[in-house]
């Protein structure tokens, strides 16, 4: 991240593709933070900066950034801000950007409940553009087995409406977060999700241990048996062929997976399908990665 005259209370997430984005941190933490696997904002308590502050860390930034085209807007899902107090927010970015061209933020299904879509298409019409959200599954059982606090059903419903009112989906799915017990129906029922959803973008990332395995077994309700690499490239391979997008930007380059695929699907799907048989029947050639684990 570039410099700021802002002050963050850390940790501080974004996307990648955020990196070039001003970040104003509107919310602290998250509002759920229940999730098996996320320790992302363990540390903090959720709870919402004041708008009188914010309207203030604008100005200051506008000072500072007045060429600023993209803002994210942190922490874990600035969306669970109230309609009216969103709408403020965007109106005072437009207000003192004038070159800004997209809001971004992560977002929970169940922030887009709470909006109609009415609020979501004036929240679009102000700016923002898109919203990055952890689906993490389509399997009912292991969303839940690790808290998320969300159905197949009601994860559908609300990121459709979001893509009714004109934002932009890039979704993330957790490979290996069922465990070697249900990574079948955690690849097939994800893909059966995402087609109905038709997102902008989708990536995978796989599931990683902070605190270690035994941290997140005790967590998850269920029987969780760990996923060795080979199992995770099959898990992989079975979600990518049930997958049947029209034109879904995919990337699987964030730095816990172990072969990156980028593309479209379904275009590249046979492409990214012989990639991973490849990998799959000899991984010692298929060039994989695993500094991440390694702590490299
Ligand atoms: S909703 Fe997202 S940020 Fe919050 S605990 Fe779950 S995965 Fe983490």
Not at 261 to 285: E, Q, S, V
Request: aromatic share 10%; glycine share 6%; net charge positive.
């Amino acid at each position: 991240m570039f410099f700021t005259p802002l002050k963050y209370e850390e940790p501080l997430f974004r996307p990648p593709s955020e990196a070039y984005s001003l970040i104003l941190q509107a919310t602290i933490g998250c509002s759920w933070n229940k999730c098996a696997f996320c320790e992302m904002y363990s540390s903090k308590k959720f709870r919402v900066k004041p708008l009188a502050e914010l309207k203030e860390e604008i100005k200051l930034s506008a000072e500072y950034f007045p060429e600023t085209r993209k803002i994210f807007i942190a922490d874990g899902n600035a969306m669970a801000l109230q309609f009216t107090f969103l709408k403020e927010i965007l109106n005072s970015l437009k207000d003192h950007f004038p070159k800004l061209t997209r809001v971004t933020a992560y977002a929970g299904s169940r922030d887009m409940e709470e909006k109609s879509l009415n609020e979501l298409q004036k929240l679009n019409l102000l700016g923002l553009k898109m919203v990055y959200v952890g689906i993490e599954s389509g399997d009912e059982e292991v969303l839940r087995m690790v808290n998320k606090g969300e159905t197949n059903e009601s994860v559908c419903r609300n990121l459709k409406k979001a893509k009714d009112a004109g934002i932009k989906l890039s979704v993330m799915i957790l490979t290996g977060l069922g465990g070697k017990h249900f990574t079948d129906q955690h690849a097939i029922q994800s893909a059966n999700l995402i087609n109905r959803i038709q997102p902008d973008f989708l990536s995978t990332l796989v599931l990683s241990f902070p605190y270690g395995p035994d941290h997140y077994k005790k967590r998850f309700k269920g029987e969780f048996i760990e996923m060795e690499q080979i199992d995770i490239l099959k898990e992989l391979r079975t979600f990518i062929s049930y997958t049947e997008l029209n034109s879904s930007i995919f990337r699987s380059d964030h730095a816990s997976n172990y072969l990156i695929l980028k593309g479209i699907l379904g275009r590249d799907k046979n492409d990214f399908l012989k990639k991973l048989d490849f990998a799959i029947k000899d991984p010692g050639k298929a060039g994989l990665r695993d500094e991440w684990r390694r702590g490299l």
